[in-house]
């Protein structure tokens, strides 16, 4: 078994996994493979891929298994992956999580820790409502928590900020639902195998990195 460091960042939309992964990608020398952000920039290129997965989007349930899994096979592939990846976002069924274990094993990986990012329902809408996302880097800011230095410009890349489709009320509804639904039975399969870190993510952007950081320590 090859020693990498493959993480899974679990929780509900507007936990703060992508807030955390990239960072976190960075500092551990992996990449992050957000499944959002790879159909997002498969949307921007009108990619078969991207416009079938805007449906599923638009309407907050989940893009078909077969799909997302063949995208991240693909991405873990990639030589930047060798020593292991931030997978944000995915898996978010079971099915889907034994898939990743097959490809993992026969890649002879295996994940090092499941992290989940647990909040309030409360807040989780108001950090949607008011989260603004970079169209150039895909960076993520709010209006109030964690506002850019200049409104509407991204700091790192000085890109044009918006506001997610998905991000309308109803939307991220219908996606906490889902996530209710489909995704939170996978705490349960993964604990089974001890692989959860529980984090508290109601605090502060630095107080929840430090927590990170230590929950995936010595694993
Ligand atoms: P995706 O893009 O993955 O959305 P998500 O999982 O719903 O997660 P979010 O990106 O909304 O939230 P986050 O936890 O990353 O929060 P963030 O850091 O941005 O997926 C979109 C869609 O793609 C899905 O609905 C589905 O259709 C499809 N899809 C994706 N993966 C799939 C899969 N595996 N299978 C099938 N379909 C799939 O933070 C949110 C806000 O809070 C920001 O404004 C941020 O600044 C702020 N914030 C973050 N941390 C803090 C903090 N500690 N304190 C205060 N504010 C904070």
Redesign the pocket.
């Known amino acids: 078994m090859t020693q990498t460091l493959d993480v899974v960042f679990l ?11 990239s960072g976190f990608a960075e500092c551990h020398g992996v990449p992050h493979v ?4 790879l ?2 920039e498969h949307l921007k290129n009108e990619t078969p891929v991207g416009l079938m ?1 805007k449906e ?2 638009d309407r ?6 077969d799909v ?1 899994c063949q995208m991240v096979r693909e991405r873990l592939e990639e030589s930047d992956a060798d020593r292991g990846a931030v997978l ?6 079971v099915p ?1 999580a034994e898939v990743l274990a097959g490809d993992l094993e026969r890649m002879e990986r295996a994940l090092r820790a499941v992290v989940h ?1 647990s909040i309030q329902d409360q807040l989780l809408v108001e ?2 409502a ?4 970079c169209r150039g880097c895909g960076a ?3 209006r109030k ?2 506002p850019p230095r200049v409104e509407g410009i991204c700091d790192p890349c000085g890109g044009d900020l918006y506001t ?1 489709d ?2 309308g009320e109803e939307t991220v509804r219908s ?1 906490l639902q ?2 209710r639904d489909a995704t939170a039975p996978l705490l349960g399969w993964y604990e089974k195998q001890g692989l959860i870190c529980e984090i508290d ?5 630095d ?2 990195r430090t927590a990170l950081e230590k929950a995936v320590e010595g694993r």
Not at 88 to 93: A, E, S, Y
Request: charged share 25%; no cysteine; proline share 7%.
């Open positions: 929780g509900p939309p507007g936990a703060g996994k992508g807030t955390q992964a957000s499944t959002g952000d159909f997002r997965a599923f989007m907050g349930g989940l893009v078909p298994d997302v944000d976002g995915f898996p978010r069924t889907q990012f950090r949607l008011g989260r603004l996302t993520v800011f709010h928590s964690n997610r998905d991000d996606r889902t996530y993510a109601d605090r502060s952007i107080a929840v």
